[in-house]
């Protein structure tokens, strides 16, 4: 058993884990943040997907005291109060999601790619970027155009910004 | 119609659950007290159990207990079954082989569950799991259903010898035979039908609970069809019965089929927590689903195609041989029979068809209806039958279609179907418009500049939807009726809930659904609430699969309103004095035609409850259930164009271009219809180019066991679509819907692989047509 | 999972120390491959050895051609060190082309080359590119490090560190990847350096990551993937699985190596 710590969604958790705790369940069984999901076993499906100090990684893949000292960001930690985040919001647009399991890995995959990319992102880009995350249910159609939409949406928006700010 | 009705691209309400993590699927549930199971299962394919010792399981740390197969037995828990009689062509009924939960003598496939651990943490019941000494005499296995048929083969079960559960006939065999005897051409092929696992990302899970105090059974389970569940768990399995059981669906991750089956392990979990007295929980690893939920497809054919002098088909011969694993799963009676053979007449007016379906006991998992179920089958078969055959005359494939259209409906097949509409010449026009097939030989000459080849394809499907009129489904050997329910709840102050036997799993039930509702009662859309998934709390209905919801289960939602129509309209007749046929219902408000008397949605609802002034003689309140059955099945049709391009030197295939023009009746959200076709479509391109489930022949071991060898469509795998829909209402349903969740995933593989065969100019191609497969048809092309 | 002892390392001797106190220790830098395989139960150590924090093993130093890469730096980081891509673009190539976005984010060179995975990328760039593998006892020349399928040269307790090596003129990456894993089925890295051209093929041989000898002695004479034209590559010693047949993996070396060419000159 070893102690945890880490700032998760801002809060700062703690918690006695064993030590072959992954990330993962750590999030879903000590925190409760069950917005995360398993979907494989081989740490390709990426439903898993969370920000670890900025940067999209599998949960599953990850043991949580090799977290432990991070900070985290789950999918119940993106949208600011009731305003979702601008990809949360171009995939209900977009009707990115059906079943809704691959979803949380897909947005927070999402979010990572474009902050990746500021110059924007192309279909084929995307498409490609997506590689650790898999959908059964959309045939990736509608998730593809929700993250081209919401990359468009927040450049632009990043662009007003930085007017303002000049 | 309000921007929110019928036809109207509405974001989903259920959305906003889903993408800020609120979703609750069965792992997300937590009961107080609640342990964690994992499966002992076989790593056999074919054994006998001589002894299960579970003593030092036992006694590792965090056990709470270790219960096998013989107790289970004990307390009275009985067999799995088929609920699909099938009788074989001399008569006798489908020869099934008993199905215990638990194995406790043989066990017959890889992953047969042997089992349960129950621990204080997962980790300690795999701990335990690894612990439990199984002793085991392996026997001879076999996985393919023409070995398992032959001579010295592993028997699977004593009540099936040879392995043969059904050998089952359809159609006229005389006249098919004269038809032939008029042939001008006939076409033989042999076609494969891949096995697929079906992959729902969310994995099955189960969480059984009893309550002592009430003597009642909670299930918390990944099911498309929850009453089904409780339904057969308690009248065959004798868990419990119907009212001390209680069935939960909650948010489910996909389906696709394989979660209409009610497997072991709910069944187990619910029996184990009587057992240890705590609430048991088992979500399955993605290895564990690959090795045991209900694989897909599977079938060779043997057929073969008689034609005219003019290229008219006169008859269609099909000898199907269907493996259906190791056990009989639910409804895996029906995939390669009614669901299949008797589509086997796709779009054509063909005169005379006789098929013949072998069902085979193998050691592998067992097979069940998988998206589209059946009909891939149908379509895959008649597709690439009419593609060969187009080539090999040296007609165009569209024109030898053409020239065998259905064009006059009613139009009865010789196989069972009474096509009720249909215009298949309009979608393959605007399929081939849409996909600029007049253009694609510059395309292809484009790519032979690039050193690519180019390939187009074509495929006319047609389906059978809105399963299904149960007296005529009855009449074929299913065990329930395939009708579905609806209530319409008006509360007091005017807010609605719809309860429906439906489920939704992807689907966008919780939209879809309140869309109709609102523009019946002319409501908003947030005053609307969908309950599905709870027998608790919803009347008796049968599910969601065989894209039957909208033909069916809205349809009983049709009828329900109906009902609180007529009654809203009476009160507010009576409340204003008028004539209830003078009553409109629009923006919110009861109206008296021609008059400025009205009484709002909320006021005739309360006037209903609060039943001071209600017309003499009427019952307080306002909800409604109906029952609804359809009348005869629906027929999607369509017409999917694909276009590819092959890497000769590595034998890739690019989708660079795929067009569906699909025919699902009226639809009422185009937005959700696009994605069941982009989807359906997806899973179509992964058994053609990417999927494939495989056992090694010689120790039954499942080689495709995790996403690191059996290949999932991935984003880069497949292009955007091109989508259109034209709208023949379908006639037997009020809404005229047909259905639109398994066309993309029936249309779509012979599509692609006539594709390939046209850009690499071979005839055969099995599938997946992996870039090794391609590279070597290639290869043995240039050979010749 | 079995159970599994945790242990974070602040510097390289500490790590050493930490592994020396286990029982069947084992070292974790981005855990992309050790922690599946732990999850699965085929990888089963008694305790772990995080070398994620240790800061020594960070970082990517450009010098002229003279390129050094500590160990512990993650395929995201180089993919996108500018330096880097000025001086060996194929290098950056196949490191963005490893796994997947997340897996980038976490692998590291060093953990990748320590495991020799016989279908990873890296082998085959430190084989072509006449890499020292360096660790905290010695270095050792990538051609003797590479010893066989998951087999190195590496010492119980060895650590790699860094790996170094001199900027080719030319060099160019091209894989073809298994369907279903991504992993390389076949990867092929080319490079053509101040000693000659060196041909190193990954995710095909039966051994492990190899050189491609007689492909080096066209492209010695004339640096074009025509030069390649004549060469057959055997079948003999290739892996053979459900994905690729032995003979299908030799056309996938020939036709990758001559495509990693032409990138090279691109």
């Known amino acids: 058993m070893s102690d945890v710590s880490m700032v998760v969604n801002g809060r700062t958790v703690s918690g006695s884990v064993e030590d072959r705790t992954l990330l993962v369940h750590f999030l879903r069984e000590n925190l409760g943040l069950t917005g995360t999901h398993v979907g494989c076993d081989t740490s390709q499906c990426g439903a898993c997907v969370v920000h670890v100090d900025g940067k999209a990684v599998k949960s599953c893949t990850m043991l949580a005291v090799q977290a432990s000292g991070s900070t985290v960001v789950t999918i119940e930690g993106l949208a600011n109060g009731a305003d979702l985040h601008p990809v949360q919001a171009a995939f209900k647009e977009h009707h990115g999601l059906q079943c809704g399991f691959c979803t949380p890995g897909m947005i927070m995959s999402a979010t990572d790619m474009i902050r990746r990319h500021p110059e924007g992102l192309d279909e084929a880009t995307v498409r490609a970027e997506l590689d650790g995350n898999i959908c059964r249910c959309t045939g990736y159609h509608n998730i593809v155009k929700a993250i081209l939409a919401a990359s468009e949406a927040m450049g632009k928006a990043g662009k007003g910004k930085a007017k303002r700010a000049a | 119609m309000g921007i929110e009705g019928v036809g109207a691209r509405v974001a ?311 493996n259906l694993g190791a056990y009989m799963s639910l409804f895996s009676s029906a995939t390669p029979t009614y669901l299949y053979a008797t589509l086997l007449s796709g779009q054509y007016d063909i005169p005379a068809i006789h098929a013949n379906v072998k069902a085979i006991y193998t050691n592998t998992a067992p097979v069940d209806a998988y998206r589209g179920a059946g009909r891939p089958e149908a379509a895959f078969l008649i597709e690439r039958m009419m593609e060969v055959s187009a080539r090999r005359f040296g007609i165009s494939p569209a024109e030898l279609r053409r020239r065998n259209f259905i064009t006059s409906f009613p139009h009865q097949t010789p196989v069972i179907m009474n096509y009720d509409a249909g215009d298949f010449a309009a979608s393959l026009d605007a399929a081939m418009k849409a996909a600029d097939y007049a253009g694609f030989a510059r395309r292809r000459d484009e790519a032979k500049r690039r050193g690519r ?207 569906a023009a699909d025919d699902f009746g009226n639809i009422i959200n185009p937005m959700i219809v696009e994605g069941q076709v982009h989807g359906g479509v997806t899973q179509g391109i992964g058994q053609a180019l990417l999927e494939g489930a495989s056992y090694d022949e010689s120790s039954g071991q499942l080689v495709t066991a995790s996403y690191m060898d059996y290949t999932m469509p991935r984003a880069g795998d497949v292009p955007s679509y091109r989508l259109s829909t034209s709208n023949t209402p379908a006639p037997s349903n009020p809404l005229g819907i047909k259905g639109c969740g398994e066309a993309g995933a029936i249309g779509s593989p012979p599509a692609v692989i006539n594709a390939i065969t046209d850009a690499i100019g071979t005839e055969e191609l099995t599938m997946p047509a992996t870039p090794q497969k391609v590279w070597a048809a290639l290869k043995a092309a240039t050979r010749h | 999972m079995y159970s599994v002892s945790y242990h974070r390392a602040s510097s390289v001797a500490d790590a050493a120390k930490l592994i020396k106190k286990a029982g069947d220790g084992k070292y974790v830098s981005g855990g992309m491959t050790l922690i599946p395989a732990m999850k699965l139960r085929l990888a089963a150590p008694t305790d772990l050895v995080d070398l994620r924090h240790v800061p020594e093993l960070k970082g990517i130093k450009v010098s002229g051609k003279a390129v050094t890469i500590g160990a512990g730096t993650t395929h995201a980081e180089v993919a996108a060190n500018e330096k880097l891509k000025a001086v060996c673009p194929a290098l950056s190539h196949l490191a963005s082309m490893i796994g997947d976005p997340h897996v980038r984010h976490m692998g590291t060179i060093g953990g990748s080359i320590a495991n020799n995975d016989p279908a990873a990328d890296y082998p085959a760039a430190m084989l072509a590119l006449g890499a020292t593998i360096v660790t905290n006892k010695r270095e050792i020349a990538a051609e003797k490090f590479f010893t066989g399928l998951f087999e190195t040269a590496l010492k119980d307790g060895e650590i790699v560190t860094a790996v170094r090596f001199t900027a080719p003129a030319r060099a160019g990456y091209e894989k073809f990847r298994n369907p279903a894993s991504r992993y390389a089925m076949t990867g092929v890295f080319v490079a053509k350096g101040r000693d000659g051209v060196r041909v190193a093929v990954t995710g095909a041989g039966d051994d492990g990551v190899f050189r491609a000898r007689d492909m080096e002695a066209a492209l010695a004479k004339r640096f074009d993937a025509a030069a390649l034209d004549g060469i057959k590559v055997s079948p003999a010693n290739m892996m053979s699985d459900i994905h690729a047949s032995a003979e299908y993996r030799a056309n996938l070396v020939a036709v990758m190596a001559r495509r990693a060419v032409a990138r090279a000159n691109q």
Not at chain 2, 79 to 108: E, F, Q
Not at chain 2, 253 to 261: D, E, N, V
Not at chain 2, 591 to 608: C, E, I, R, S, Y
Not at chain 2, 619 to 648: I, M, R
């Open chain 2, 12 to 322: 989903r309400k259920e959305d906003k659950r889903f993408i800020t993590g609120a979703g609750r699927y069965v792992d997300d549930m937590v009961v107080p007290g609640m342990k964690h199971a994992v499966f002992v299962r076989s790593p056999h394919a074919h054994a006998e159990i001589r002894k299960i010792d579970v003593a030092a399981a036992r006694a590792m740390p965090g056990v709470i207990d270790v219960l096998v197969g013989r107790q289970l037995k004990a307390d009275g828990i009985g067999n799995l079954i088929c609920g699909w009689m099938i009788h074989s062509k001399d008569g006798s009924p489908m020869k099934m082989g008993a199905w215990s939960p638990l194995a406790v003598d043989r066990v017959r496939y890889v992953g047969d569950a042997i089992a349960i651990v129950v621990a204080e943490t997962k980790g300690q019941a795999r701990d335990a799991a690894e612990a439990v000494e199984v002793t085991y005499k392996e026997l001879k296995a076999v996985t393919d259903a023409s070995k398992a048929m032959g001579r010295g083969a592993p028997q699977l079960h004593p009540e099936a010898p040879n392995n043969l559960i059904f050998d089952w006939d359809l159609g006229n065999a005389a006249e098919t035979d004269a038809a032939f005897g008029k042939a001008a051409h006939v076409v033989e092929m042999d076609v494969i039908n891949n096995r697929l696992v079906p992959n729902a990302m969310e994995p099955r899970a189960a969480l059984g609970h009893y309550d002592k105090a009430e003597d009642h059974y909670t299930c918390w389970t990944t099911s498309q069809n929850p009453h089904v569940a409780r339904l057969v768990m308690s009248a065959f399995y004798n868990v419990a019965p119907e009212n001390k059981l209680r069935v939960i669906a909650p948010d489910v991750g996909g389906g696709f089929g394989s979660k209409i089956y009610i497997y072991p392990e709910e069944i187990v979990c619910l029996w184990a927590s009587k057992k240890t007295g705590v609430p048991v929980k088992w979500v399955a690893d993605r290895t564990e689903s690959f090795m045991t939920d209900a694989h897909g497809r599977d079938h060779h054919t043997h057929a073969a195609m008689a034609f005219d002098k003019d290229y008219r088909i006169l008859g269609f011969k099909v000898e199907t041989k269907a």
């Open chain 2, 453 to 659: 080849l180019r390939g187009i394809g074509m495929s006319c499907y047609i389906e059978a939807c809105g399963i299904a009129p149960s007296a005529a489904v009855g009449s074929l050997g299913a065990g329930v009726g395939l009708w579905e329910s609806a209530e319409v709840r008006v509360n007091a102050v005017g807010t609605i809930e719809v309860l429906t036997g439906s489920h939704s799993h992807g689907q966008g039930h919780e939209t879809t659904f309140a869309q109709l509702v609102s523009q019946r009662l002319s409501v908003p859309l947030d005053s609307i609430s969908i309950v599905h998934g709870d027998t608790d709390k919803v009347q008796m209905g049968m599910g969601t699969y065989g894209s039957r919801s909208g033909a069916v289960g809205m349809s009983a939602i049709v009828k329900a309103l109906d009902k609180v129509e007529a009654k809203a309209r009476k009160i507010a007749a009576h409340l204003m004095e008028a004539d209830e046929a003078d009553i409109v219902i629009e923006n919110g408000e009861l109206k008296v035609a021609g008059t400025d008397k009205k009484v709002p949605w909320f006021q005739m609802a309360l006037a209903a409850y609060t039943a001071h002034n209600l017309p003499a003689g009427m019952e307080p309140g306002l909800k409604e259930t109906a029952f609804y059955d359809p009348s005869n099945f629906t027929f999607p049709a369509g017409c999917y164009v694909c276009e590819v391009e092959v890497d000769p030197d590595t034998g890739h295939t690019d989708i660079v271009q795929f067009v």
